[in-house]
């Protein structure tokens, strides 16, 4: 556990990190339906901890599973940030004011051909998750080097690479979160260049033709470390 002052140093180091990999508006000319995810970055108790959803019930896809706010570009979005923040106010209320963007880091390739940016941003630690519940049932963070270590983290082969699970007991709830998959992948990835630490764990690359360009960009950032 940090001071406030030692918090704000860790806050200010990581910003600078970050901001490294900012990659601009390099994905709006690609012919691709594009969407966007929010990863909310906000000091709780002593550590610097990322925001998490987990996705409503009532949803027909990925029903349950925890997740960024984030969703499919509209047309009256400027931009991908404004993608990102749009859905975050939908989704738990998170207002434009209480948001300081850092970066965007490495667009990510779904299997079903959507373009993902990830938008990294700070937001106030103050802020109270007002969760829609039409498409979030529960909101909740984990510290963010907590996607550096070993403890709650396994992995399984999938098409020839290997897929990232963490299971996290959250301490204000005692809720019992599963982060796996494209969402875990996203949060090792904000940890590793936040920090600029190496994973205690190995990264592999998920099969031959899947996140190719924001997994070989892990593999060389972190092969860099």
């Given at each position: 556990m940090f001071n406030d002052s030692q918090m704000a140093a860790i806050k200010e180091m990581i910003k600078n990190n970050l901001k490294l990999y900012e990659i601009g508006n390099t994905s709006s000319d690609v012919e691709l339906p594009k969407a966007s995810v929010l990863i909310p970055l906000l000091t709780k108790n002593g550590e610097m901890h990322v925001l998490m959803t987990v996705r409503s019930l009532e949803?027909?896809?990925?029903?349950?599973?925890?997740?960024?706010?984030g969703g499919k570009y509209d047309p009256q979005d400027r931009n991908n940030i404004d993608t990102a923040l749009r859905e975050a106010k939908e989704e738990i209320g998170l207002t434009p004011d209480q948001v300081e963007v850092v970066c965007r880091l490495s667009p990510i390739m779904t299997?079903?051909?959507?373009?993902?940016?990830?938008?990294?941003?700070?937001?106030?630690?103050?802020?109270?998750?007002?969760?829609?519940?039409?498409?979030?049932?529960?909101?909740?963070?984990?510290?963010?080097?907590?996607?550096?270590?070993q403890s709650g983290h396994s992995s399984y082969p999938v098409?020839?690479?290997?897929?990232?699970?963490?299971?996290?007991?959250?301490?204000?709830?005692?809720?019992?979160?599963?982060?796996?998959?494209?969402t875990a992948m996203l949060a090792i990835f904000t940890a590793v260049l936040a920090f600029r630490r190496k994973p205690a764990f190995e990264i592999t690359i998920v099969g031959e033709d899947k996140f190719p360009y924001f997994q070989q960009n892990l593999k060389f950032h972190i092969s860099r470390l």
């Open positions: 949803l027909r896809s990925s029903a349950g599973e925890v997740c960024f706010p299997k079903s051909g959507i373009l993902v940016t990830p938008v990294v941003a700070f937001v106030e630690d103050s802020f109270k998750a007002q969760p829609n519940p039409a498409e979030v049932s529960d909101v909740f963070t984990v510290a963010l080097d907590y996607f550096l270590n098409n020839g690479g290997e897929m990232h699970s963490f299971l996290y007991r959250d301490s204000d709830s005692g809720k019992v979160h599963t982060i796996w998959g494209l």
